[in-house]
């Protein structure tokens, strides 16, 4: 079986797009990303241009921030309160790796569990490996995602 995973990922897109037209039509919100990205990491780079891309695409309000290498922790930490208190932004994704002098752990610890996109503050972590309610990170929900709709029943499977 060959997958299309390009045009499985645009009929999300789509599909995300008519749902977000929909949050704007009824509660006047569109959700907001905001993608920080330190240093000049060339595979980060890419990886915050394509989501950028496709949170555009997705009608999704985008933004990315983007620091020097030689950015102060405290600078960063500060951004992201910041964002965490600002209500036009559903979701932060800090892009990983970070340069050696910056605290990931402090960093991850620091995104507001709710805006949490990829899943990785210690409460979410703690809620999804317990069962409880929590945001799903993109990653693996993308690919269950993608998985279903490549087999519709994957029970057993």
Same mark, same amino acid.
């Given at each position: 079986?060959?997958?299309d995973?390009?045009?499985? *990922? ?6 995300? #797009?008519?749902? /977000? *037209?929909?949050? #704007?039509?009824?509660?006047? *919100?569109? &959700?907001?990303?905001? +993608? ?6 060339a =595979?980060?780079?890419?990886? /915050? %241009?394509?989501?950028?891309? @496709?949170a555009?695409e *997705?009608?999704?309000n985008?933004? +990315?921030?983007?620091?020097p ?9 500060? #951004? ?8 036009k +932004?559903?979701?932060i994704?800090?892009?990983? &790796? $970070?340069p050696?002098?910056?605290? %990931?752990r ?6 507001? &569990? ?7 503050? &210690? ?5 999804l490996?317990?069962?409880y309610?929590s945001?799903? =990170?993109?990653? =693996?929900?993308?690919? @269950? $995602?993608?998985?279903? %709709? +490549? ?7």
């Amino acid at each position: 079986m060959i997958i299309d995973g390009k045009k499985i *990922a645009a009929d999300l897109r789509a599909d995300l #797009k008519k749902k /977000v *037209a929909e949050l #704007k039509s009824t509660y006047n *919100a569109i &959700p907001g990303l905001t +993608v920080i990205l330190v240093g000049e990491d060339a =595979p980060s780079k890419i990886y /915050v %241009k394509n989501k950028e891309k @496709s949170a555009i695409e *997705a009608g999704i309000n985008s933004e +990315v921030i983007r620091y020097p290498a030689n950015l102060e922790e405290k600078v960063l930490l500060d #951004k992201i309160n910041e964002l965490n208190n600002n209500n036009k +932004v559903s979701g932060i994704l800090v892009q990983l &790796p $970070l340069p050696k002098h910056i605290d %990931k752990r402090k960093v991850i610890e620091t995104i507001d &569990p709710r805006k949490d996109v990829d899943g990785f503050h &210690p409460m979410n972590v703690g809620n999804l490996s317990s069962g409880y309610d929590s945001s799903i =990170p993109c990653t =693996p929900f993308g690919c @269950s $995602l993608l998985l279903k %709709k +490549v087999e519709k029943n994957l029970s057993g499977k």
